[in-house]
């Protein structure tokens, strides 16, 4: 991820190697370029960030913006924002699939082997029940 810069302003987000290329095709550059070649033409690293702690990605939305200039380098930065009710509605609604989708599976691969078990008394029913709990709670329906 790299930031072309004009006069110490970020005039480019995100930016590339492939970008420079291509605006300066008459430029014979080198197969790999240096950042110190890249910086000749005003285009610098930038430092991946983490979104910030505490993110909700169901209630918010995280969009990067653009770097920060800090003690000379270059960081990402990260807008958050509510989300829509309609994009909240849509989260919800794909968690709640997932989840449903997941313990289908977890039923069919780990629940369902442990039934047959307790119904020919190589397991107990305490024991299926405890899974069928287990794998509620793993796959939780959000709420």
Same mark, same amino acid.
């Given at each position: !991820?790299? =930031? &072309? =810069? ?8 995100p $930016? ?7 605006e300066? *095709?008459?430029?014979?550059? *080198? ?8 910086a000749?033409w005003?285009?610098? *690293? =930038?430092?991946? !960030?983490?979104?910030?702690?505490g993110f909700?990605?169901?209630?918010q939305?995280?969009?990067? =913006?653009?770097?920060? +200039?800090?003690?000379?380098v270059w960081?990402? &930065?990260? +807008?958050i924002? %509510? ?5 909240v /509605?849509?989260?919800?609604?794909d968690?709640?699939?997932?989840a &449903?989708?997941?313990? /289908?599976? %977890?039923?069919v691969?780990?629940?369902? *082997? +442990?039934?047959?078990? /307790?119904?020919?008394?190589? %397991?107990? !029913? ?6 069928? /709990?287990?794998?509620? !709670?793993? $796959?939780? $329906?959000?709420?």
């Amino acid at each position: !991820m790299f =930031v &072309k =810069v004009v006069d110490g302003v970020v005039d480019v987000f995100p $930016y590339g190697p492939d970008v420079l290329r291509r605006e300066n *095709p008459q430029t014979s550059f *080198p197969d790999v370029l240096s950042n110190e070649t890249l910086a000749d033409w005003g285009v610098f *690293p =930038v430092t991946p !960030m983490e979104i910030p702690d505490g993110f909700d990605n169901v209630n918010q939305n995280a969009t990067t =913006v653009n770097p920060e +200039l800090i003690d000379g380098v270059w960081h990402q &930065k990260w +807008l958050i924002e %509510a989300a829509s009710p309609e994009e909240v /509605a849509q989260r919800i609604s794909d968690l709640a699939q997932n989840a &449903k989708a997941s313990r /289908a599976s %977890a039923y069919v691969t780990e629940s369902d *082997p +442990l039934f047959f078990k /307790a119904q020919r008394g190589e %397991a107990t !029913m305490d024991e299926w029940i405890a899974l069928v /709990a287990e794998i509620k !709670m793993r $796959y939780s $329906y959000p709420t």
